[in-house]
């Protein structure tokens, strides 16, 4: 596809399970980014990709969120034992490098999680 | 820390007002500054954005004016359609490497009506 394609669009689990979240990088984008939009607010940082490794991961608020890219296109954002407060949408973006002006993200759609 | 402030929460114009909309950084080390528009269900989308060695940019009818002193910059939607209904975020990064980490503000839900 042409853009950014985020699966499931929707996924509601119970406390305490376990959610992979997938992203499909738009075709050459070699950065890619998991964000965190709760309800109300900005997207907040997860963590950032370049290529197959993870340059940046200081948004990731703690151990039971992890996320790889082992063939440095798609990424699956993998969230052990579920909390409520994990409810929000997951947004994935990917860019181009090496750009001298523009620094553009390229957002999916969003998976929504609801943690009952 | 929020590192972006942005306000107002919320904006209600009539078509063909202008819209403004305000934010205001912490770190100096921000280097760009754009502007994303989010529709319902949708993910944000770059509208504009803008460097710090200049003080405006115009595409269309959206404006950013950029205040490097005050660490201070805006958006101005001219002549504002009900298209335009969406929530706007503000955004910093720092420069350096391919890292375009994005730390936005908490938006602006703008109706335009009819």
């Known amino acids: 596809g042409a853009g950014v394609s985020q699966t499931p669009s929707n996924k509601v689990t119970e406390k305490g399970k376990y959610v992979e979240l997938r992203c499909d990088p738009i075709s050459g984008h070699t950065a890619l980014y998991w964000y965190r939009q709760s309800l109300g607010q900005g997207p907040e940082f997860l963590i950032y990709?370049?290529?197959?490794?993870?340059?940046?991961d200081s948004g990731l608020p703690n151990d039971r969120f992890f996320a790889v890219r082992p063939e440095g296109s798609v990424s699956t954002l993998k969230i052990q034992r579920t909390e409520r407060g994990d409810s929000a949408v997951y947004l994935c973006?990917?860019?181009?490098?090496?750009?001298?002006?523009?620094?553009?993200?390229?957002f999916g759609e969003g998976s929504r999680l609801t943690v009952l | 820390q929020q590192q972006v402030k942005q306000s107002p929460q919320s904006l209600i114009v009539q078509k063909g007002g202008i819209s403004i909309i305000n934010c205001a950084y912490e770190?100096?080390?921000?280097?760009?500054f754009p502007w994303y528009q989010q529709f319902p269900g949708k993910g944000p989308a770059l509208l504009i954005a803008?460097?710090?060695?200049?003080s405006e940019k115009k595409e269309g009818r959206f404006t950013i004016s950029f205040n490097k002193s005050a660490k201070q910059f805006s958006l101005h939607i001219m002549d504002s359609q009900p298209g335009d209904s969406a929530t706007y975020f503000c955004a910093a990064s720092r420069g350096g490497g391919s890292n375009y980490k994005l730390t936005f503000g908490k938006g602006t839900l703008l109706t335009v009506n009819p």
């Open positions: 770190n100096t080390a921000f280097d760009y």
């Open positions: 803008i460097r710090p060695d200049v």
């Open positions: 990709f370049q290529g197959t490794g993870a340059a940046d």
């Open positions: 973006a990917s860019s181009l490098t090496g750009l001298a002006g523009r620094r553009e993200l390229f």
